[in-house]
Each structure stands twice: as structure tokens, then as C-alpha cells.
């Protein structure tokens, strides 16, 4: 019997952001909150530099628009990020926002009144997100596939509604919940406002977040994210849970519609077009990884804010074409995953 | 220990899938305060057993009743209900989740503002506490534990469900000694306070050490209860494996009856190659017609260093020549230009296509090595089947037959087939005869052997030392992601002698 023994060897070097990770782990940073840390500081980076380069953004009336005007896609990416959180991902809430709010303000026109009309506008998007829910669930359809159905779905339901802008009357209680209520009447229209609507949105993210980190279901959205066959063998209830976050990913884009139709008075079947998409990357910019598992609804509400805050910085720059928002949401995008890939790597 | 009534008690179980019986009219007891092992080879039925008790399977006849109690059990969460917990070979924790929430998941101590986390973190560190892990900060990722200590923590959770049953399965497959140490410490507390153990492990001297009583299962059928110092290690093999094991002689000794000689110039020779955090520079020599045996634990570098050998990573360092010129295989399809060919332990995955029939399976390799665009004629392909299904003994001998409709061994069978037919120099076997029942396991190491005969130079790389040693010519020997001896295949190499191998480097690393 013939033996050689081999020398050992140094293991290499990990690579710089590996390192850079360990180092925040060492002084006790969570690691899963840098990514959405990280958003945090764009978004505070970005209002400073707003204010620097163009005047007059770290002020009462613009950040109150920005969240008036950004409450129902901060309600669309909050439920957006329970599924994503879980894994999955639906495309349909862009066309469900269009069908919920050309059917609401049809209904109202036809003499309806508003607190039924609102009732149907959610109730249609609850209906398509159950109906996405059970394709997953219970046919094993694949998310994509099954939320791209519901959006095609969607999307024709608004146009046989109808193809022309459809205005709600303009005496109609509808338009109160998108009415800006002035707080404090600042010097020179520096206001301070809200609305029903943004008050909608604190609701639905302060319910949202409370919802996925302190109750079961919760967690198990975050297990279910982490690993589906795991949770399972856990003993956790994941079908319903998978069910579940459909559903409120649906009727959240009801809520996203009432509160849009409010504020804008009219509702047309091509409104929403690529909402879904821009509500995910709000999403993944807030730091959710798109496989689920890590992430939190702030980062969400971040992530849409940073997206709403650049179409204003571009508006305000006037040199920049407006075509170039798509390109710089993309970078941002870019810029986001790349980030999150290395904190995810080390488990690799 | 006085007598007391089982805590579990499966009588007549028999699970049927499609063309297989699994398991056939099973008995087993599970009693307070004992570890009962369950025993057989690979494909025996102990996995099926497993998930019959955890509510994964549902049987077809036989009764299951726990604490006196028949019940019926519909999922893992209804099992957990019935006081049953499980910890799988792959643990199955979210890593994206803390160590506490890890614990305690779907057991979330609430008040009426939902969950507590400080008290979560409170009962999760007592749980662990319990099996000697009071130090972990539970706050912590799940992902910075070890897979031993995630084997740990998996345990917690059924300290904290109160588990009077606790499946155990496989759980030393991917430990050191320290580790397994540790987990049988774990075991006898767990036993003194009145669990019920169910264990499975391949490693005897692990059995022996830590059961009081177990059941023997082979081929789905229910071999015999025993008390530990009832049954020696011989009988207790010879009931695992049954009259084949005087097969698998017959292959040993036919080894060892035509001894080959060995070219001084080796098929294939690798020098220094190594892949960053898959294995360390490394050099290989592999002979025609030689079987050359990797042996060492899972996670030892043994299929990374396989990979690197048939182009499936790339290398980081090193050179790989065959017959003398250095060659660079970049892929699996530049491996297979150079006619070395792979086989996959994941062979569900990565191996067979379910949906095609086994004529198009065998088929699929030569095509690929050929250019999609030349077809094979029919009566080509009808010719390289039947001699596949008649060379393995593929049952049943129907070429049209979907191959997902195949048991293991025999889609293992076709899989050999198909790399037989494109004529390779190098057959790199990986995990060959995992899953697979003993007559199959003994035709394909037949198979092995036969291909070596012809000149083919195999690596044969297989967790079941026996296997490795009863095959192969030479064994090379790894342990973390490093080759630590080659060995000459002898009388005096058993499996004992490259288990004690292996563990010696460890005393070796830590004398150093």
C-alpha cells in the first residue's frame, strides 16, 4: 500500500464586499438591513442635492406633494412586497388599477353612491388577486404566468368598460378623498398638506408592517421566501399563506386605484400601464431580494419615493429629457441588485 | 429499563407508487425513552417509512397509532399536532431568518400586540440552552452556524414543540466526530427525559454506539425488530443486504481475480489543478482500463473534483492533459469531444429526461456528440437500445417505455447506456447506485467492472466505502476539499482503514 500525502493549503482571499460585509456584521449591523439602509441614504442624498442644485425641495409643500402624489404607488409597492417577500411576484396590479377605476367611476357616473363605489373598486381587486392566489396555489400555475393572465384579463375587462377618459362628476364626495387638506399655511404656498389619500397610505404601511414583522403569517411570508420546502417541513401554513398574499396584493391595488382615481378625477382603461413593473423595482430598490425572504415594507415606501422623487428632480432640471427617467431607473435598478447580490453571495 | 407501552406503534404499513410496492406491510415501535434505529441499504424503504410517520405519505393499509390513539396524519403540521418532530439530512431551516426565529417558528410566543420578540429570543435561547448552545446570540443570521449546529437547532425546535417522538434522519451524514460527538450527547438527554428517538445513519459504529433497539427494513419489507446486544454486526449486515451479498463477493472476488496492468503512462493526468472553495492544486493520474475510487464525506471536494474533470467548472489553476497533450475542457460538450463522459448523483435532475422514452434517452448523448443535425437512423438507435437493455438487464425491456415510469436502478441502467454509447475513454461515475435496490446496485457495479475490462477508465465515486474499495483499483481519498492520500487497492485497504484515514488527518490538523 503506496500513500502520498498532500500539502494543505491557504484558502484565497475573499473578495472586497464579502470582507466589507463582514466587517458591518462584526460591529453588530444586522446585514439584512444594508440594502435598505442603503436606500434610505440615496433617497436623503438625492432630497439634499435636489435642494443644492434646483432650491426649494427640502420644503413643506414639495415633500408634501411628493407624498400626496406618490400615495397610491407607495400602496401598489407595499403589496407588491408581500408577494415578492414570499417569493412570488404579481404583474397584475397595474391592469387591475385600471379596471378597478374605470368600473368606480362608471359606477359612480351611474349613481352610485361613493362609499359603494370605493367597496366594488377594492372588491375587484381582491377578486383578481384571489383569482391569482388560487391559479398558484391550487393549479400550480406559475406565479408569472398566472398573474400575466390575470393582467391580460384585467386589462380587456377595463377597454369592453370602455376606451374613452371617463371623468367622475364634479360635484361627486368622491373627489373629497383626493383633496389636499392644508395643515399649515406656510409663507409664499409653502404648505404643509395632506390628504385622505396619503392618510390611506401611512395606514396600509403602518398595518403592513406590523402585520409581516410581528404576527405569523408574517414570518411565515418570510419563510416561505427563504424556503418553501422548509417551511412546509415546519409544519408553517403555507398554502394559505401563498393564497393570502395574493389577495392582498390585489386588494391593495384596489385601495392604489381609489385613492389614484380620487386625486386625478378621471380613470381610462390604458391607466396603469407598467405600473407592475415600476412598483417592483420601487420594490427591489427599497432592498427586497426579488427571490424573497429579505426586505421590509419601509424600504418599499422608500424605494417609491426615490422613483417619485427623481421624476421631480427631473422636472425641475428641465435639461434633462423626460425620456431619460426609464434610463435612470434602470441604473438605479442596476445599481440595487448589484448591491444586493453581494450581500447574498456569502451564503453561496 | 421496565417495559412500557409504545409511544408509537405502525402496524402492516404498505405504500404502493406506481410500479413499485415501497414499502410492504412494515411493522415498527417506537418506545418512550429509547433510540430505535432503522436500518437497510439505500432504496430499502426507509425514507418512505420516514415520511408515512411524518404525515407526508399517506399509506394505503396498515394502521398507525400514537400514544394508543390511531390516527390519521395529513401533514407535517398534523404530526407536529400528534407530538412528532423531524429533522431531515438537509436541514431544513430558513437561513434568511435569525437563529431564534429559527427555533420558534409557528411556536411565536404573543401577546395582543402580536408577536414578542424578546420573549421569542428568551425561550429560544433556553431551548438551546438544553442542548448545550446557550452562548449562540439567537438575533444572529441563521446562515453564520455551521451545518452541524444547524443540525442542533433543528432539534431545538422540537424541544420547544415538546416532541415525544423525535425522527432523526441521517444526521451524522455530513458531521465530524466532534460534531456527532456532540449530537449523541444531545440524543441520551433527550432519551433520559423520555423522547422517543427514531434514527436512521449508514454508519454502524454509530448504531452500535447510541441505539437501544432497532428494525431492519430490505426491499420494503420488514426484516426484524432486535435489541442492540441481541444482533452482532453480521448478522445485522447480512439481513440488510440479504442473499446478494454472496453476489457482491462473487463481484470482489472477480476484481481481485484479474488484477490489470498498468500502463506506464497514464489516460489522463491532472497537475495542480484547483477551483477556489472546491478543492486545493491537486494532482491525478488515471490508467485505461483502471477504476479509480473517490472516497470521502460529502462535502469533501469529491464531485468538485469530478467537475473539474468533465469541464463542468472551470479550473482556477492547474493543467488536465490526456495521452500526454494538454487539452482544456471548458464544458461538459468539449469533455465529451475528448470522450470523457459524466454521470450525475442527482440523477433525477441532471440525468434522465422523465418525459422521453428510454430509446431517446440513450439515444441523446451519441446525438449530441454527433451534431443535432445528423440524425440516427431508426435501425441504428433500435441497435444501440437493445444492446443497452440487454447488456444492463433494463427492466422492462420496452425501448418506448417512458423512462420516468422506470424504477431508480433501472433508469441508472439506461443512464450507463447512454454514455456506453458514445464510445468514451473516461467514465466519471458519480453516486452511481444511490437510491437504488441491492440486485440493481450489483449489476451496475458488474457494469463497472466490465467497462474497465474493456479498457475504459473509470472514476467511481460513492459514499458506501465498501462500494468504492470492493471496485475500485486505486482510491483517492479526500476530506475538505483536499486530497489527503491515494491508495493502492489491497487486502489490507478496507473501509475501515480509509474511515480511520480520514480521521486521522483530523488528529493530524490538530496536532499541527
Redesign the interface.
Known sequence: MTTTIERPHAAPKPPWHRRAIERARRRGIDVRTLPTGAAGIILAVMLVYGEVAYGQVLQASTLSNLLINNAHFVILAVGLSFVILAGGIDLSVGAVIAVSSVAGVMLVGAGWPTPLAIAAMIGIGTAFGTASGVLVQHFGVQPFIATLAMMFLARGLASMLSTTPQRLPDDSSFRLLGEPWKLIDGPRVNDLMASAGLVVAVVVVVVAAIVLQRTRFGRTVYAIGGSESSAALMGLRVPRTKLAIYVISGTLAGVAAVVYTARLGTAQNITGMGWELTAIAAVVIGGTLLTGGYGYVVGSVIGALVLGLMTVLITRDGGVPPEMTTIITGGILFVFVMLQRAVVRRRR | MEPRPPIVEMRGITIEFPGVKALDGVDLRLLPGEVHTLMGENGAGKSTLIKALTGVYRFQEGELIVAGEPVRLD???S??AAGIS?V?QEV??????SIG?NVM??Q?P?TR???D?RRLHARASEALEALGLGDLDT?Q?L??LSLAVQQLVAIS?AIVANAKVLILDEPTSSLDANEVARLFAVMRDLRDRGVAILFVSHFLEQVYEISDRLTVLRNGRHQGEFAIDEIDRSALISLMIGKDADTLDAIAQKREAAPREVDAEPLLRARGI?R?GAI????LELHAGEVLGFAGLLGSGRTELARLLYGADRLDAGTIELHGRPVALTSPAAALRHRIVFSSENRRDEGIIRDLTVRENVVLAVQAKRGWLRRIATSQQRTLVDDCIARFDVRPAQPERRIGTLSGGNQQKVLLGRWLATDPEIVILDEPTRGIDVGAKADIQAAVLELASRGVAVIFISSELDEVVRLSDRIVVLKDH???????N?P??TSETIVARIADADTQEEAA
Do not use: F, K, M
Open positions: 401533514g407535517t403540521a404530526a407536529q423531524t431531515y431544513n431551516l430558513c437561513e434568511n431568518l426565529e417558528l409557528g411565536e404573543r400586540l402580536g408577536i420578540w438575533r443570521s446562515s453564520t425546535r484547483a477556489r486545493v492544486p491537486t494532482d483536499a486530497v489527503i492520500a491515494t491508495l493502492e489491497g489490507d485497504v
